[in-house]
């Protein structure tokens, strides 16, 4: 009979435990080792009840979850270990439980497992995969290599009519990045390639829009640094994706001039796009200086990120001033970013940047911060139809403004014995819309406003603490209020041992148009953990020493049914979990 899964889950576990209490027993000053064997980590378990009542329930009513990571040092030698279990695998369509392990020795690392790595952010950029990679670095030198699968083939389900579980094609990925140089100058070569398996799909439905791609990313980067204070850095990358390898090869379309379209085989579906990031500045001893230009081509993408903005240009200035030995510092950026680049769109839309923070600290006690930013749109669209008609009315400006402001203080006083400190922070933002040969503007006002005290008896290892918070959004002539206070108390037992916490919430909405509608929401939630002290090691021994932390929390939520929404509801969730540290 096959084992399953969580047999095999349960009996690493006990294995890695079983490991560390022989660790525990063994001396290895007495196998005649200098430096030894040095074993660190954790695993973890933990346990969600969840139920509801007067509703349907939001989650699922149990879950659980084992987590754990290892590290064993030898010689100078690391080798992390590392995995992730739980029953939502079911739920997911792409891997959920994971196991990775990542050895290092002095300038070696690999990459084994469900893993991630980042050559670029034209490039590979920190998507995972099930393979194997390798870091090496000795000296001046940058060498890293992968091979993996990226994605797992998910068919389709012709009985599941919403197609919850996303179909996918088998992809599988490999790349390789070459650098020299340290923080004075360097240069840095990334290569990644990534191919859909056609065949890993038995069955496509004719109206489906999923297609087996294929790409090829090439990134060239270079920084230096001159005259000591001065800078430059600048990055190249070229990208050429075949959005449907099933077409057949013929001449492939333009997309721009670049060199290296010998890398992929041309067919009608292969487009070439292009980015760059380049950036000059100035670093002083009291201020600097940065100017950055970055454009990407529309339509810019790798299958080495998850996600990626394309049809951009960004041009931005960014200053910063330190004064007061420090206490004061001044921040700027400012910047214009345009999309439509090829023109191939309606309408072009041009975005004006800028922000500005502050903060202040004149002493130990008192913190100031305050923050402002302003997003200006300009959007000119032509009409679809006639693109050379110049009609006023045909062609539309619309201008967007965002202007949001943010205040913080801070303030501590009190005596070590007797810790006070008060928290206040303010925000506001204001989005206005306006179309041309339209007087009406469009305003969306938001303001927020958080208040809240803490105080620590320290001899008695207690805390306290109240807040209050306020929002209040009026949007195209509907008001939404939502206010409430909240307190919180912590207190640490049995020789800091044991913690408990409470924390209790009351929060009232109120929305007013067309139609009134109000509710009111409380929460509370109470947690207790247990961490005993691990017993202090003798100072010729090298044992492994283990902490042990269990915990639960129970949070119960009732919302009360008002006029407008007679019905009310209750949920309580219950959590529970164990980490064993060693």
């Not at 973890?44 to 149990?62: Q, V």
């Not at 294929?214 to 994706?241: C, P, Q, W």
């Not at 810019?300 to 996600?307: E, F, K």
């Amino acid at each position: 009979m096959p084992v399953s899964k969580s047999k095999w889950l349960w009996s690493g576990i006990c294995l890695l435990c079983a490991f560390a209490n022989i660790s525990t027993a063994q001396n290895l000053e007495q196998l005649g080792w200098k430096k030894g064997v040095k074993v660190s980590g954790s695993v973890s378990a933990n346990t969600i009840l969840y139920s509801a009542s007067e509703m349907k329930g939001r989650r699922d009513p149990f879950n659980w979850s084992v987590n754990g990571n290892l590290n064993i040092s030898l010689f100078g030698y690391d080798a992390p270990f590392s995995f992730s279990y739980s029953n939502q695998q079911r739920s997911f369509s792409q891997p959920f439980n994971t196991l990775s392990f990542t050895p290092q020795y002095k300038w070696v690392k690999a990459y084994l497992g469900y893993t991630a790595m980042s050559f670029s952010n034209y490039t590979l950029a920190g998507h995972m995969f099930l393979g194997a990679g390798v870091e090496l670095t000795p000296g001046k030198w940058r060498l890293a290599a992968m091979y993996g699968r990226l994605k797992k083939e998910v068919p389709f389900n012709v009985s599941d009519s919403q197609q919850q579980a996303e179909p996918a094609f088998r992809r599988m990925g490999y790349g390789v990045k070459a650098g020299y140089g340290d923080e004075r100058g360097s240069i840095d070569i990334s290569i990644f390639a990534a191919k859909d398996d056609k065949n890993s799909l038995l069955y496509i439905p004719k109206d489906a829009l999923l297609y087996p791609q294929e790409n090829v990313a090439v990134s060239i980067a270079g920084k230096k640094t001159f005259l000591r204070h001065f800078f430059v850095d600048v990055e190249y990358a070229v990208s050429m994706l075949n959005k449907d390898i099933r077409a057949d090869t013929g001449k492939p379309a333009t997309g721009g001039a670049n060199l290296f379209k010998g890398l992929l085989k041309g067919s009608p579906g292969t487009r070439y796009y292009d980015a760059v990031n380049a950036g000059i500045g100035y670093n002083g001893a009291f201020y600097s200086l940065q100017l950055r230009y970055e454009r990407i081509a529309p339509d810019y993408q790798t299958l080495g990120a998850y996600y990626f903005n394309n049809d951009m240009r960004n041009i931005t200035i960014a200053p910063t001033l330190r004064l007061m030995h420090g206490r004061l510092s001044l921040a700027g950026n400012i910047g214009m970013q345009t999309n439509n680049l090829d023109s191939s769109k309606a309408h072009t839309n041009k975005r004006f940047v800028g922000s500005a923070n502050a903060t202040f600290v004149p002493s130990d006690n008192w913190n100031f911060n305050l923050n402002y930013s302003n997003f200006t749109s300009h959007t000119r669209a032509r009409p679809l139809n006639d693109p050379f008609f110049q009609n006023p009315y045909d062609t539309l400006n619309f201008y967007q403004v965002n202007n949001n402001v943010t205040g913080m203080v801070n303030y501590l006083f009190g005596s070590r014995e007797r810790r006070h400190s008060i928290m206040m922070n303010v925000s506001y933002q204001r989005a206005s819309d306006n179309s041309a040969g339209n007087d009406k503007i469009q305003l969306s006002d938001y303001y927020t406003g958080n208040l809240g005290y803490n105080y620590m008896l320290t001899p008695l290892d207690l805390t306290l603490g109240t807040s209050f918070n306020y929002y209040d959004t009026r949007i195209s002539g509907v008001k939404s209020i939502y206010w409430g206070p909240g307190i919180t108390a912590g207190k640490l037992w049995w020789h800091k041992t044991i913690n408990t916490s409470f924390v209790t919430t009351y929060n009232q909405t109120k929305s007013s148009g067309e139609q009134t509608v109000s509710s009111k929401v409380s929460s509370t939630r109470l947690s207790i953990g247990y961490m005993p002290k691990p017993r202090p090691k003798d100072k010729d021994s090298r044992k492994i020493t283990s902490r042990h932390n269990l915990g639960m929390s129970v949070s119960y939520l009732k919302q009360f049914g008002t006029l407008q929404l007679p019905a009310g509801f209750s949920e309580l969730t219950t959590t529970m979990n164990y980490t064993l540290s060693f």
